[in-house]
């Protein structure tokens, strides 16, 4: 018994589980895991529930933070040399590695937690060598402690990286705060390798829009696309239309991407003069001596010339600790022609370079290097569309760092939220439609007289509920978009998605608008409003007497101030507070309540309470019955939960994810439910929480519970107030 390699170690008793595969869970792995809806709690915060980092880091001094981030620029340390004594594209491959993991199609992902610290971000290919960036960045961390964190930290030290070498950024915001614990909920592919070829996540590799849902890199370990070439075959061509699909999953279009791609690639190098088997296992599975080190190489020897990161070796540019044209001058003044590095990756080098053209090594200067291109880069000349681009660049150079300096602050930027969470003296004055600006709302209004007026207006308890909670439900935690606050589910393309039923949707949003203009709230007020008053009367109904918090101040946004494009992937396919799903979908649709409600940023308990009690209320999506386990609906009970956990029921499938609920005695049928419903009381878990609210004494402590998960999503995205 036991591994073989312990074979005449002293025995130990060691009962607990302290191993990734000591999971407990791992005898089924086709159970339904919560814990997405569980990390980041305050046992794994050091901080304290009293610590605010959004607070603390207003008393930063940020003048004294970015000047001794300027001298950590050109201070190269023997333990890790800087290319040409600058480490700006080491810093600038960090930041852009931290934010270019953030996709569109959930909001996961980004620079906005720290996450690279930990696994597996830390650990990936792709990120090779990053960790000694980070640990070039801890004296100063150490230094300001918990006025900054690792995230802003990351970032920033990608914008000094670049007015170090002499370019001007679009600006900067703080407020990132860190996680202390790897992230669960982020799906990064299903391949159990890292680089494993590109097909498994592409119905057909040779379509990029085929790539699987909602992953945006091309394989398990990179950011974004094999800078080798499809699969490490060379064809720009083809290279360029996998760039085009990855950057647009990341919100970027055809100008940001060229403009990021060249902008990126003007500054640093890429290292691969050495071999690439010498190098030690990664950070995650290095041993201990190492300290949190990967990738050692034995045959550095000091030197910043011998690094071996991604195999591809060579700068792109005749000065590459200078942010100029030089990509533009290098790229379409020469010819190129496939070679390979020393590590023996495929990459581009011109033909018949002149020898002043060529970029000096980056230990010795009195010798040069050839430069290098990449195959995306070979797509930016090769790509009719990127070329046109690059083109209009080099004919305007301003308009080009203009263009990156936009972009840029876009990638870096993009899953922190709406402009009124940055912070610090950078934060540029610009509103940009991708921070999905909102006016501020009127508060000088009476809210029992908006109350009252929606009262008077006839609407049922399923309209004034149910619109408040799509407009609330888009709203996602990871990139902060979405929410009631804007009232977008009136504009494109809200106002015709499927899940939002868009005519019931547009007969109350015409009673709403109308008590708008007659009390001076916004429509989106309105919206939360009705919502809070049906929630009050269906408790009343219920013999609770109860007043749902409300936050006023919410504006309305315009059609001008909403890139309907980027708000497409905010659409829910499935929802199962409402018992709906768009269509059948491979995921179970008990792992798409989990999504959701991990992305409105629900504990367990919060997504039991809401279910069961929106079930009561009848707000099934189109008015069906599934899951309705009561006789009083419209009542704010915990019927829901009362009759689930009730065992003179049994349960009988009658079709695919369709069930009867059938009295044992009679053998007739009660309710008809679906897997969402019936989840409740499988799941260990999700049953405990079910007893629980099924107590006879836990009635209030129920409807106290549901008002305070309703009101929490009808707030989520009030960063105005917060």
Same mark, same amino acid.
């Given at each position: 018994?036991?591994?073989?390699?312990?074979?005449?170690?002293?025995?130990?008793?060691?009962?607990?589980?302290?191993?990734?595969?000591? /999971?407990?869970?791992?005898?089924?792995?086709?159970?339904?895991?919560?814990?997405?809806?569980?990390?980041? &709690?305050?046992k794994t915060n050091p901080m304290g529930e009293d610590f605010d980092y959004r607070e603390e880091v207003k008393k930063l001094d940020f003048e004294a933070l970015k000047q001794d981030m300027h001298a950590l620029m050109t201070d190269s340390q023997e333990w890790w040399p800087a290319d040409w004594g600058h480490y700006g594209g080491l810093m600038i491959r960090m930041a852009w590695h931290a934010a270019g993991t953030y996709r569109?199609?959930?909001?996961?992902?980004?620079?906005?937690?720290?996450?690279?610290?930990?696994?597996?971000?830390?650990?990936?290919?792709?990120?090779?060598?990053?960790?000694?960036?980070?640990?070039?960045?801890?004296?100063?961390?150490?230094?300001?402690?918990?006025?900054?964190?690792?995230?802003?930290?990351?970032?920033?030290?990608?914008?000094?990286?670049?007015?170090?070498?002499?370019?001007?950024?679009?600006?900067?915001?703080?407020?990132?705060?860190?996680?202390?614990?790897?992230?669960?909920?982020?799906?990064?592919?299903?391949?159990?390798?890292?680089?494993?070829?590109? &097909?498994?996540?592409?119905?057909?590799?040779?379509?990029? /829009?085929?790539?699987?849902?909602?992953?945006?890199?091309?394989?398990?370990?990179?950011?974004?696309?094999?800078?080798?070439?499809?699969?490490?075959?060379?064809?720009?061509?083809?290279?360029?239309?996998?760039?085009?699909?990855?950057?647009?999953?990341?919100?970027?279009?055809?100008?940001?991407?060229?403009?990021?791609?060249?902008?990126?690639?003007?500054?640093?190098?890429?290292?691969?003069?050495?071999?690439?088997?010498?190098?030690?296992?990664?950070?995650?599975?290095? &041993?201990?001596?190492?300290?949190?080190?990967?990738?050692?190489?034995?045959?550095?020897?000091?030197?910043?010339?011998?690094?071996?990161?991604?195999?591809?070796?060579?700068?792109?540019?005749?000065?590459?600790?200078?942010?100029?044209?030089g990509y533009f001058d290098l790229l379409f003044g020469y010819e190129w022609q496939l070679t390979k590095s020393p590590a023996g990756a495929n990459q581009w080098e011109p033909v018949d370079i002149k020898e002043e053209h060529m970029p000096v090594d980056p230990t010795d200067p009195s010798v040069r290097r050839k430069p290098m291109m990449t195959d995306a880069d070979m797509a930016m000349k090769m790509d009719p569309k990127y070329?046109?681009?690059?083109?209009?660049?080099?004919?305007?150079?301003?308009?080009?760092?203009?263009? @990156?300096?936009?972009?840029?602050?876009?990638?870096?930027?993009? /899953?922190?939220?709406?402009?009124?969470?940055?912070?610090?003296?950078?934060?540029?004055?610009?509103?940009?439609?991708?921070?999905?600006?909102?006016?501020?709302?009127?508060?000088?209004?009476?809210?029992?007289?908006?109350?009252?007026?929606?009262?008077?207006?006839?609407?049922?308890? +399923?309209?004034?509920?149910?619109?408040?909670?799509?407009?609330?439900?888009?709203?996602?935690?990871?990139?902060?978009?979405?929410?009631?606050?804007?009232?977008?589910?009136?504009?494109?393309?809200?106002?015709?998605?499927?899940?939002?039923?868009?005519?019931?949707?547009?007969?109350?949003?015409?009673?709403?608008?109308?008590?708008?203009?007659?009390?001076?709230?916004?429509?989106?007020?309105?919206?939360?409003?009705?919502?809070?008053?049906?929630?009050?009367?269906?408790?009343?109904?219920?013999?609770?007497?109860?007043?749902?918090?409300?936050?006023?101040?919410?504006?309305?946004?315009?059609?001008?101030?909403?890139?309907?494009?980027?708000?497409?992937?905010?659409?829910?396919?499935?929802?199962? @507070? =409402?018992?709906?799903?768009?269509?059948?979908?491979?995921?179970?649709?008990?792992?798409?309540?989990?999504?959701?409600?991990?992305?409105?940023?629900?504990?367990?308990?919060?997504?039991?309470?809401?279910?069961?009690?929106?079930?009561?209320?009848?707000?099934?999506?189109?008015?069906?019955?599934?899951?309705?386990?009561? /006789?009083?609906?419209?009542?704010?009970? +915990?019927?829901?939960?009362?009759?689930?956990?009730?065992?003179?029921?049994?349960?009988?499938?009658?079709?695919?994810?369709?069930?009867?609920?059938?009295?044992?005695?009679?053998?007739?049928?009660?309710?008809?439910?679906?897997?969402?419903?019936?989840?409740?009381?499988?799941?260990?878990?999700? =049953?405990?929480?079910?007893?629980?609210?099924?107590?006879?004494?836990?009635?209030?402590?129920?409807?106290?519970?549901?008002?305070?998960?309703?009101?929490?999503?009808?707030?989520?995205? =009030? @960063?105005?107030?917060?």
């Amino acid at each position: 018994m036991g591994d073989q390699q312990n074979t005449g170690k002293c025995p130990v008793m060691h009962g607990s589980n302290t191993q990734e595969k000591a /999971d407990v869970v791992a005898w089924w792995p086709e159970s339904l895991n919560l814990d997405i809806l569980h990390q980041h &709690d305050r046992k794994t915060n050091p901080m304290g529930e009293d610590f605010d980092y959004r607070e603390e880091v207003k008393k930063l001094d940020f003048e004294a933070l970015k000047q001794d981030m300027h001298a950590l620029m050109t201070d190269s340390q023997e333990w890790w040399p800087a290319d040409w004594g600058h480490y700006g594209g080491l810093m600038i491959r960090m930041a852009w590695h931290a934010a270019g993991t953030y996709r569109l199609a959930d909001g996961r992902g980004g620079g906005g937690t720290g996450n690279q610290r930990f696994a597996p971000l830390n650990s990936w290919p792709d990120n090779g060598n990053l960790d000694k960036a980070r640990r070039l960045l801890w004296p100063i961390k150490k230094k300001y402690g918990n006025k900054v964190s690792w995230a802003d930290l990351f970032i920033l030290a990608g914008n000094v990286a670049y007015e170090s070498m002499g370019f001007k950024t679009f600006g900067f915001s703080y407020g990132r705060e860190d996680i202390w614990h790897p992230e669960k909920d982020i799906y990064w592919g299903a391949e159990k390798e890292w680089l494993a070829p590109s &097909d498994s996540r592409y119905e057909d590799v040779d379509k990029p /829009d085929t790539m699987e849902n909602p992953l945006a890199a091309v394989q398990m370990g990179l950011i974004y696309v094999n800078p080798e070439g499809v699969n490490g075959q060379p064809d720009p061509l083809k290279t360029g239309e996998q760039v085009r699909e990855t950057f647009a999953r990341m919100a970027m279009n055809d100008e940001e991407t060229a403009a990021l791609t060249a902008g990126g690639h003007t500054v640093g190098k890429a290292h691969g003069n050495g071999d690439a088997d010498a190098l030690g296992p990664e950070p995650e599975g290095a &041993d201990v001596e190492t300290q949190g080190f990967g990738w050692m190489n034995p045959h550095q020897g000091g030197k910043a010339t011998n690094a071996v990161t991604s195999g591809i070796e060579g700068a792109w540019t005749t000065n590459p600790t200078q942010f100029d044209m030089g990509y533009f001058d290098l790229l379409f003044g020469y010819e190129w022609q496939l070679t390979k590095s020393p590590a023996g990756a495929n990459q581009w080098e011109p033909v018949d370079i002149k020898e002043e053209h060529m970029p000096v090594d980056p230990t010795d200067p009195s010798v040069r290097r050839k430069p290098m291109m990449t195959d995306a880069d070979m797509a930016m000349k090769m790509d009719p569309k990127y070329r046109a681009i690059c083109e209009k660049f080099m004919a305007d150079p301003e308009y080009f760092k203009d263009c @990156f300096a936009r972009a840029w602050f876009k990638l870096t930027h993009r /899953d922190m939220g709406p402009k009124s969470r940055y912070i610090g003296p950078d934060v540029p004055a610009e509103d940009l439609i991708w921070q999905d600006p909102v006016p501020q709302g009127e508060t000088n209004y009476v809210e029992e007289v908006v109350k009252e007026k929606i009262a008077e207006a006839g609407l049922s308890l +399923n309209e004034l509920v149910c619109t408040a909670w799509d407009s609330a439900r888009t709203y996602r935690g990871s990139d902060m978009r979405g929410g009631a606050n804007g009232a977008r589910i009136r504009l494109a393309p809200q106002k015709d998605w499927a899940g939002n039923e868009p005519d019931r949707l547009a007969r109350v949003l015409k009673v709403y608008e109308q008590i708008s203009a007659e009390t001076g709230a916004s429509v989106a007020d309105v919206i939360v409003l009705g919502g809070n008053l049906g929630i009050e009367q269906a408790a009343r109904a219920a013999g609770h007497d109860i007043h749902v918090p409300f936050l006023k101040g919410r504006g309305d946004a315009t059609d001008e101030m909403t890139d309907a494009e980027s708000f497409e992937p905010l659409e829910p396919l499935a929802d199962g @507070f =409402r018992n709906w799903q768009k269509k059948d979908y491979v995921v179970k649709p008990e792992e798409m309540l989990l999504d959701r409600a991990q992305l409105m940023g629900l504990t367990a308990p919060e997504m039991a309470v809401l279910l069961g009690g929106m079930r009561v209320l009848g707000t099934n999506h189109g008015g069906t019955q599934h899951g309705v386990f009561t /006789d009083r609906v419209g009542q704010l009970t +915990n019927d829901f939960f009362v009759n689930l956990t009730d065992m003179g029921n049994r349960w009988e499938p009658t079709g695919k994810n369709a069930y009867n609920i059938v009295d044992r005695k009679s053998g007739s049928t009660k309710f008809t439910a679906t897997r969402v419903d019936l989840v409740f009381g499988s799941n260990s878990i999700l =049953r405990a929480y079910a007893e629980l609210y099924a107590q006879d004494d836990n009635q209030e402590k129920f409807v106290k519970d549901f008002v305070a998960a309703w009101t929490k999503v009808m707030n989520a995205d =009030r @960063f105005d107030v917060a």
